[in-house]
């Protein structure tokens, strides 16, 4: 609902950095909660689509190639134009799994550790560009790895399965 809550405006509105009203390819990108914006060490922005219907990784086909461009262009203008950081001192990437599905893309800092941003869970958005452009199809059939917490439902139901 918190997402829902910003791409309506009900919430969070005076905290928008940019917007693509398109309702297919457009975006919101918005701070981070995690950000407190006193600096930029730790610069973490998120960029929520206008459709709902995407929910991660797994869904994104090369018909979504525009709004991905549009994230990718539009996000590295606006950070660089409100927060004087360039694109090639960001890091913007997707997780899988991701922690809500509807899709989102993370902005932060180069020099940053952010939670979620290691190889294991974190997809560059530029790579995930790529691949489709080269295979429409690449996210329904790739097998992502992607790391759990022993204490996590979904590694609960691996191990059940005896998957792990």
């Known amino acids: 609902q918190w997402?829902?809550?910003?791409?309506?405006?009900?919430?969070?509105?005076?905290?928008?950095?940019?917007?693509?009203?398109?309702?297919?390819?457009?975006?919101?990108?918005?701070?981070?909660?995690?950000?407190?914006?006193?600096?930029?060490?730790?610069?973490?922005?998120?960029?929520?689509?206008?459709?709902?219907?995407?929910?991660?990784?797994?869904?994104?086909?090369?018909?979504?190639?525009?709004?991905?461009?549009?994230?990718?262009?539009?996000?590295?203008?606006?950070?660089?134009?409100?927060?004087?950081?360039?694109?090639?001192?960001?890091?913007?990437?997707?997780?899988?799994q991701p922690s809500y599905h509807h899709l989102h893309v993370h902005f932060t800092a180069l020099g940053y550790d952010a939670p979620g941003s290691s190889v294991e869970r974190a997809h560059l958005l530029s790579d995930v560009i790529d691949n489709l452009a080269m295979d429409s199809m690449y996210y329904q059939k790739r097998a992502l790895t992607f790391p759990l917490r022993a204490d996590e439902p979904l590694f609960k139901k691996f191990q059940e399965a005896g998957k792990v």
Request: aromatic share 8%; with cysteine; charged share 25%.
């Open 3 to 96: 997402v829902y809550n910003i791409l309506e405006k009900k919430a969070e509105a005076d905290r928008i950095v940019h917007e693509n009203p398109d309702p297919s390819n457009g975006f919101v990108l918005v701070p981070d909660l995690k950000w407190n914006q006193n600096q930029l060490d730790d610069l973490y922005l998120i960029a929520l689509v206008h459709c709902r219907e995407i929910k991660s990784l797994r869904d994104l086909t090369a018909e979504h190639l525009p709004l991905l461009r549009n994230i990718l262009q539009e996000g590295k203008e606006a950070i660089v134009k409100r927060f004087g950081v360039p694109g090639s001192q960001l890091r913007i990437y997707l997780h899988y």
